[in-house]
């Protein structure tokens, strides 16, 4: 009989390696291992909190909406279609989700060394109470294991929710929602606080792909004349209040492909929208009207009270041959250098210094964060350093994160930690990998008495839940 391998996260994991740094580590990640969780943006389905009805099998829910997974899976060769990856034009793809387990447990070594691995063996073992490695021998176990789990009512989401910690999560829907999963859990009685936020792309940036026919969508939905810059404004004004008053937001979110602001007259930016809105815009226009929007954005954002987060710098759908058969967020989106400096001039030359405004930046170019970001933290009232993002919410991307900002930014000039994930079982597997990668770094400060243990203490609550639960106000 063959003896599988067993599943057993050991306690000091990512805890440097020193075993003075590593004492003190261990001290600062209990003070904070059971802070409650502010999940402030991320992609979960409000559905499954407002239906609370149990997770679908294992496949459906680790494997096929994960593109963390199945992208490195497709690096090796491994077909989409075989992991359960549904493609748009209705072809072939696998259904049989034990195959599709399966077919994961083949390749589940591919994930060694990765966070993705890292998550998974939190979610496996500390959520399911899984305690044998996943491998091909042991996959239908495993599989029937979880999805008996899954069954009861203590892994509903909700349930799952409190047992997570979660004082507060927001999701991300466009303008054209009608969030009525937000309301219908406020309507529940349930006290779990998720919210939305606002991510206008499909209506600010007239080179997505949903531009043109969900601009006349916001003016219906609205009563606004968006066949002009005035009601185009008002039509995005009365949809930011809707997500307040209906979803909770407090935040807006624009993943735009550059960091370039502009801060035109009103009769310019007029003229420009006239263009956009008559599909006669060329690129050099479309790249003025995104930057455009996201000045008009902090300015909405100074009336509201809504924070505002810049998500740019990826370059999505560069595989054609993926994206044309399954569509976006299927794994073959990629990191690009990204300006910040000159970008963002005007907006914060109109912006820059009101107080009242928060603007969470994030990057996905590292080489950004000391050149860049850092500085532009460390003087600009209302600027905020986002967390190491996407490619970089991983153990060594958040340890260059703290290295490279804290010198110029400090502490106080970042918002904690942010999962921005799909997959809910990842919440607090990447919330607890976050903590342990903030306590070494502050250890390693200890420990070369350049801070104060009792100073340590404080930041690393602060890093776990104050900083995030002000910044996003929450």
């Given at each position: 009989m063959t003896t599988e391998a067993p599943l057993a996260p050991h306690p000091d994991r990512l805890l440097p390696a020193d075993p003075e740094t590593r004492a003190i580590a261990r001290a600062l990640y209990r003070s904070v291992r059971d802070l409650p969780i502010i999940s402030p943006h991320g992609h979960t389905d409000p559905s499954w909190f407002a239906?609370?009805?149990?997770?679908?099998?294992?496949?459906?829910?680790f494997i096929i909406p994960d593109h963390y997974i199945f992208r490195m899976l497709y690096s090796q060769g491994v077909p989409l279609e075989e992991l359960g990856v549904p493609r748009i034009d209705g072809g072939w793809t696998e259904t049989d989700t034990r195959r599709i387990w399966r077919r994961f447990a083949e390749n589940f070594h591919l994930l060694r060394g990765t966070p993705s691995r890292m998550w998974l063996d939190y979610a496996f073992h500390d959520i399911l109470g899984v305690t044998e490695r996943l491998s091909p021998t042991n996959a239908d176990r495993i599989y029937d294991q979880i999805d008996a789990q899954l069954k009861r009512p203590e892994f509903l989401p909700r349930a799952l929710f409190e047992r997570f910690r979660i004082e507060a999560l927001a999701t991300t829907e466009n303008p054209l929602d009608d969030l009525r999963h937000h309301r219908a859990i406020r309507a529940s009685g349930w006290g779990g606080r998720v919210v939305t936020a606002f991510r206008p792309d499909n209506v600010t940036d007239p080179e997505h792909p949903r531009f043109?026919?969900?601009l006349p969508e916001l003016g219906r939905i609205t009563g606004e004349d968006v066949g002009n810059w005035d009601g185009y404004l008002a039509a995005l004004r009365n949809r930011r209040r809707y997500f307040i008053e209906q979803g909770g937001a407090t935040s807006t979110d624009h993943g735009h492909p550059t960091a370039h602001t502009e801060n035109l007259p009103q009769e310019e930016a007029a003229a420009l929208y006239g263009r956009i809105a008559a599909g006669q815009a060329s690129a050099a226009d479309a790249e003025r009207f995104r930057g455009q929007m996201l000045t008009e954005m902090a300015r909405m954002s100074l009336d509201d009270g809504l924070v505002m987060q810049i998500h740019p710098g990826a370059l999505r759908g560069q595989n054609p041959a993926v994206t044309d058969s399954f569509g976006e967020a299927k794994g073959d989106d990629w990191p690009s250098s990204t300006e910040y400096v000159r970008a963002l001039k005007p907006l914060l030359n109109a912006f820059g210094n009101e107080r009242a405004l928060t603007i969470i930046l994030f990057t996905l170019d590292e080489t950004t964060y000391s050149r860049e970001i850092a500085p532009l933290a460390g003087h600009y009232p209302?600027?905020?350093?986002?967390?190491?993002w996407w490619f970089h919410d991983s153990p060594e991307g958040m340890k260059r994160f703290r290295e490279q900002v804290t010198e110029t930014g400090g502490f106080y000039n970042t918002v904690g930690f942010n999962d921005d994930t799909r997959a809910f079982f990842?919440?607090?597997?990447?919330?607890?990998?976050?903590r342990r990668i903030d306590c070494g770094f502050l250890a390693k400060l200890v420990a070369e008495h350049r801070i104060d243990q009792d100073e340590a203490f404080a930041v690393a609550e602060d890093l776990a839940y104050n900083l995030v639960k002000a910044a996003y106000r929450l």
């Open positions: 239906e609370n009805q149990p997770f679908p099998d294992p496949a459906s829910l043109a026919e969900d209302a600027l905020r350093i986002g967390p190491a990842s919440v607090p597997a990447r919330h607890d990998l976050s």
